[in-house]
């Protein structure tokens, strides 16, 4: 076989030997050798996106709710570079993508065809990792190397590029890739210094991502912080929440400058737990740029790249947080060492139900008490947010590109059933669409239900024929406000007092976008909602029946 | 007034003293300042796009058909990276492009909030140009150099990247950009070299691009091609070629490698005029990638950035080509010297009509005698390019993003009414609906036709919004053929038998798209042809009526 099989079969061949079993493809003319493989060689689900961004953004959420990378197919230069955005916000989650991009024939290259770009100079400032593949026989081994690259704890875009003659000639190798490691520990100087910040009675704030915002390790911070006085957040911007009844309600730090500076007013110590420094947005005049007081000490308890759920747990055990052992999830689970989460962000073998029978009394506890009920009349985002916590199944995935509508939605949906919150990281917009589809394929069994802002989707809109395609259990909820919201609220922070020119550019009416019409355009069967009533009877007939499903909210 | 000015308000005034007055834009929040400094300012025409490649590809065209450079206006990194697809489509075009990027603030760059990326590196690949401004004070003078670089004959993308305190910051100053400079002159050698070789009697091809696809050169190399027995030909992917009735009936260099190959068979000579050496749009096993034969010699008569017709003109009074001085436009006119057109390939003062008074008879000899009428019956490609021909007004704009399908309308449509032909040059599809929405921007009082492929359309279907909102004269034809035909074509060139993976990512029905409902959901009126009956009625009446229209023509 090996003498015969070419660079693109030996791709095909080290993915599944991999474990990589999903492949969100546009393809072009350079990867017909990929697509020819993907054919001849079964074990590989390849899913066609009509856009390369709607590919990278799948391939994001999909890493966020399986833990395994997908693999995509990406045409050479140009395509690469329509699907950049997303690879940007997957970059920012810290997700893993073994990123594939085809590239002209080495030897063509010096001919400067019109297609021919700067593919590698593209790739490089959203990758942790890039290798062109020179020979067929090469191909295996770069890809493995790719491959253990974007599993590198805790995840990254490993973009390997593949000329057509390194796909098509013979002699290509199938290589293993190594398993990925485990989390590195983070350093146990680090942990005593937070224990020793923590008792020092001043005001202290645990800054929590990544794996930190798991179940388990949520648990841990807030026996931390009980035990403490220690406040808690999120960043403005994480990957993926555990949320809902008998978990952990964590806000996060709110995107509005002024009230992103107000949440950590007055903290003293800021220890950060899998995430980096917070800092503004952007800037504005005037005011500054790390949004943690002057006076406040950063202390790194684990980098982004290190095991903050291991970290919580040691320091719980410093602090001799005796009750705050991992939360109802790991409650009576001492002897096995607080044993959190291993597997970073992606936690798929975690059954539904495996936590409810851990977690026995305790949730009455800890949940809230009050279950939400749907909201009625007028649509405000408050009455969204309750109607979407009475309203999704348990096990919901949310997935949130609400921009400006969307920023009061977190404390209503604390009482929600559980369900993960999934979100825009990196600020490229036009994620949420690809992100419900690349859920949905990663976790067939749950509901996936996007709250889209309407300019917003507008940019990745070809997401809802995949949907349809794949029959993907995706509820779209447009929030259809036919603006630029948060670009009108950016501009009056200029101080401008807009005249119809400014207007004109942040306003997406004159013509309304029918989001039914482009919905159905897509094969994706959708309704207008003017008011919360029309709008829970169509979010509770939608989770109630598989496949893609849109709701045009007029807000 | 300039000490109040900030760096914005100097940057809208001195795109204005160059006489700048149009602006594609999509902004996002580092943008506000120079979005209320357009609208504060009056004098530049603000085109909003719902995505940033509908900015690019549209800013593309409006050069095209111009010949003045558009701005853009995009947000950092991502919302750049989103319209690399069309400026590298625009810089195989050789469009002159003043492209402005928002970035994150000169201070607040280095805390690498989550929104920041290297807006100069994904620049670079598609730029002539590349600055980013430091200060306020500096912005005018940027901005001066950027319309500067972007008007160097024949155009090239000038990328201008803008801090948002380099906007918001006072002490902006206006700067006056040089008038564009007339084309280099060809090197004088080379024109005495191509004489000879014409004079040779050996078989010799005119390769035209550029400037020199335009009425007057054409017809300049087409008379010294009558004279000498030399041939002619045009590159695969011209950026705008003039045709129609009483013009030069130019060929392109076919698609396909072994038509491409067979186009240029037995030449021993091959003359480049203002475009570059012919070579395979990709590699293909066992083909060759320069396109001419082994034996032939390739000479530059003039590059593209030198002064292609003017080459022309030299060379035929070189030649001695008495009858040859320019053509129908030019004929009578020989005490200028074969005035060549020296706007490049913008030629956008001259008034429909003006050729026609200056013709004469000489059209009724040039021109072909046989006027198109529509066909009928079942839809096929050379019908609708019949049809195509028949129907268009006089002075109509092509866009030509048909790919395989489109491959023949050429031949076809040599006896429709005068026309510009404008095409995809860069091979990144996604560039058809952009680019008609930018040539009926620059040039409305034409009817702008756009022959678009699907799947291709899919990529930027956003355009379609802009057309609406701006009332533009826009006939989109969506050949709906449900498939990436081109790569069936190239998977059978492979030799695979193709399966159901191979055959899945290949083929767009399932669901099939509702192109007229995507295209009401935009606001643009449309409908569905299915056949050539169908067809000819919708597009009469689209071509009669003010406004955009879509016909889903079922291919």
Redesign the interface.
Known sequence: MTEKMNGAESLVHTLIAAGIDTVF?N????E??F??A???IPGIR?V?C??E?VVTGAADAYWRMTGKPAATLLHC???L??G??NL??AM?ARSAIVNIVGD??T??RP?????T??TE??A???SGFVRTAATAARVGADAAAAIEAARTYPGQIATLILP??TA?DAGGVVAQAALPAPAPHANVHAVEVAARLLRSGAPTMLLLGGAALMEGPLWLAHDIAQATGAKMLGP??PARVARGRGRVPLMRIPYPIDMALESLKGIKNLILVGT??P?????Y?GKP??LYPEDCTVHVLARPDEDGPGALATLAKMLGVAEGCGGPRFRGDDEKGCGVDEKGCGDDEKKPGDDEKKRGDDEKKRGDDNLPVVATGAITPEKLAQSLAALMPEDAIIVDEAISYGRGFYPYTFNAPKHDWVQL????I?AGLPMATGAAIGAPDRRVIVLQAD?SG??T??AL?TQ??EKLNVTNIILSNRK?A??LH??A??G?N?????L?????S?????????S????VPAAQAASMDELNALLKASVERPGPFLIELLV
């Open positions: 493809a393809p072009g003319t350079s017909m050798h697509v020819a993907l054919d001849r390849c066609l009509l856009h961004n230069a140009p395509g570079a329509n950049l955005a940007h916000n920012r002209q024939a030897y063509h001919l400067d065809a019109v297609l770009n700067d100079g593209w490089r400032p959203v057509a003659d098509w403005v911007s980096t420094e800092v503004a947005f952007f800037a005049p740029g790390y990281t990196g600020g490229a036009g300019g507008m940019y809109v070809q024929w349809a395609r630029y948060i670009l950016e501009l922070n200029v401008a807009p005249g119809p020119t400014a004109n550019m942040l306003d997406l004159n013509p309304d976008l029918n989001w039914v019409q482009l159905e355009g897509m094969g």
